[in-house]
């Protein structure tokens, strides 16, 4: 993040440049971990399901009793100032409201705000080709519904993964699983239905769209998902803002289907890409 | 934290004002919540039990993948060095080790080391004297043995102590207790056996010490306590580097023993004061 001096960022009712973006470090952030974010791209200078994403970064923030010092009104007036400023083709924009400069670096203070935008890097060809390989984990979230800046457990592993040659981490408890660290899973089981764990995940604003999409054509269901349901469907993947669609070619030492990525997530993909250009021109 | 401006800080590598003490954004605690940290105290200019603490904060930062930068001796001459500029009378210093500076946000870069010494306030006489109220939650720590810096349960239920009158709250999980979000647990059985859960917590320097306090009049057992042993309890309490032996006098809707401090937790918190003075004044 340190190796694009010429962006600009929000921090705390300032725009300024990234580099010249800190916090002191009695943040609650670095104090305690404790804050809230949430993550939304930028296509050809606008941002995409935008409302989605406000709306998810208040509801996060009412479940970490933080309150969100601007309005809607004034975060899009922020917005729109950074990706004028940044000039950015195809970028992410990170919005973090932290506990605030805590006094006894413990107790909730007067939140921190910050807009960062990066470039922004989507699955390799490759990746998106040939399908990745995950592992799986026993863990859940502390609070699912909220998208807390808590990365602990998921950077831990990453080691693991590594290791494990594996792209990511599928998080089950006692077999009954729930999503990635950043992305949700969705599978198609082999009668052809499309589902997606429903309790104990983020809901994704992705996985919102893809299940929309998913519904005009296919069988869907929301519910409880076993790791026996993922190693015997017939299509398994991944969705987030920066993945969008990404197929699932082995989970564990379990193969999925014919090992390659599957027609349905292939369409799914195509239709999600259609969507977001169709929403990103809209604005 | 602020509003001491004339403390002097440790930041990556340089002694510079608290109120100087910024880390850039792109920082992992603020990222994604990353980091580890530990917590000691400072009686009359000498650091209290500081090879316990230093030898914690290494294996915390082992557990999560993050070399610390300074060896034990440079850590030490840090530290003298803040406790002279800083010349307070009692202190804690805290030592966090964030993931650093990451480039892509996730990944785990060169750590920043922080020091940071503040006045300590040791509980109110009227708190060690009445003893406190505590309530439960189902929870456990992702990583117990680690002190990270991840608070986001205990501090979210702070509104929640503050609803029922509760000093704190000890987390449990099926029945079986653990700890509280900073302090750790010990119980006089009717038997007259202090016990203190084994799993699932992190190893309090203090916990170490009274233990072994204890060991000296009493049986001690180190085990499984259930919050069935908690509420039939002769006597409660907590022990933490700031609480040091806390009476707890009600445990949700439990009053414990005769719903008032007991012996053995007055007796062991006046063994411990002898012996932090006795170890400040031996360094």
Known sequence: MQSTPDLY???????????????????LAIQRGYGIFDYFKVQHGQPVFLSDYLSRFRKSAELMALPVPLSDLELQAVIRELIQRNGLELSGMKMILTGGYSANGYDIATPNLLLLQQPLALPSVDA??????????????????????????GIRLNRQLQEQGAADVLYHQQG????????????????????????????????????????????????????????????????????????????????????????????????????????????
Chains 1, 2 share one sequence.
């Open 9 to 27: 960022a929000y921090v705390c009712g300032e725009v300024l440049p990234l580099k010249n973006a800190f916090l002191h470090v009695s943040d």
């Open 176 to 283: 009954v699983v729930s999503e990635f660290p950043r992305s949700n899973l969705l599978i198609v089981k082999q009668d052809g239905t499309v589902c997606t764990p429903a309790d104990n995940v983020l809901l994704g604003i992705t996985r919102k769209n893809v299940l929309a999409l998913a519904r005009k054509k296919y069988p869907v269901a929301e519910g409880v998902v076993t790791l026996e349901d993922v190693y015997q469907a017939k299509e398994v993947f991944m969705t987030s803002t920066t993945k969008r669609v990404l197929p699932i070619v082995q989970v564990d030492d379990q193969v999925i289907g014919t090992g390659r990525p599957g027609d349905v997530a292939r369409g799914l993909l195509n239709e999600l890409i259609a969507l977001e250009a169709k929403e990103a021109a809209a604005v």
């Open 128 to 153: 998106q080709e040939q399908g990745i390989r995950v592992i799986t984990h026993e863990f859940m979230r502390e609070i699912p519904q909220a998208k807390t800046i808590n990365y602990t457990m």
